[in-house]
């Protein structure tokens, strides 16, 4: 069973930036691809990254194309997302997640999720 545990939320200023981080745990973490995604309050939740379990490879949500970065270390089990020039409309839950999938971008790609960090955008 795949354990997911999210840090790194809080509140930022407009502009500002923030780190999010996920510990994985339970299996073998290269093999699966590891996203990121956010909930806003009265929102979907959506897609905003994703790093390939093939050579990790990057997907990224138009809204933080080139503001985000996604970076994962198969040595340490871990999936950050480095958040550059945040805005107001940013602010949400963000969960990290886990699929068995080579790729994946919709949320009936991913198998395990974590337990969410929430982030809020001052502006």
């Known amino acids: 069973q795949v354990h997911l545990v999210e840090s790194g939320g809080g509140l930022v200023q407009a502009g500002g930036s923030l780190r999010l981080s996920c510990a994985f745990s339970?299996?073998?973490?290269?093999?699966?691809?590891m996203g990121w995604f956010r909930q806003a309050p009265g929102k979907e939740r959506e897609f905003v990254a994703a790093?390939?379990?093939?050579?990790?490879?990057?997907t990224y949500a138009d809204s933080v194309k080139g503001r985000f970065t996604i970076s994962r270390d198969n040595a340490k089990s871990t999936v950050n997302l480095h958040m550059n020039s945040v805005k107001p409309e940013d602010t949400a839950v963000y969960y990290c997640?886990?699929?068995?999938?080579?790729?994946?971008?919709?949320?009936?790609?991913?198998?395990?999720w974590g337990q969410g960090t929430q982030v809020t955008v001052s502006s």
């Open positions: 339970g299996r073998t973490f290269s093999a699966y691809t």
């Open positions: 790093s390939s379990s093939r050579g990790g490879s990057t």
């Open positions: 997640a886990a699929s068995g999938f080579s790729a994946a971008w919709r949320k009936d790609q991913y198998h395990y």
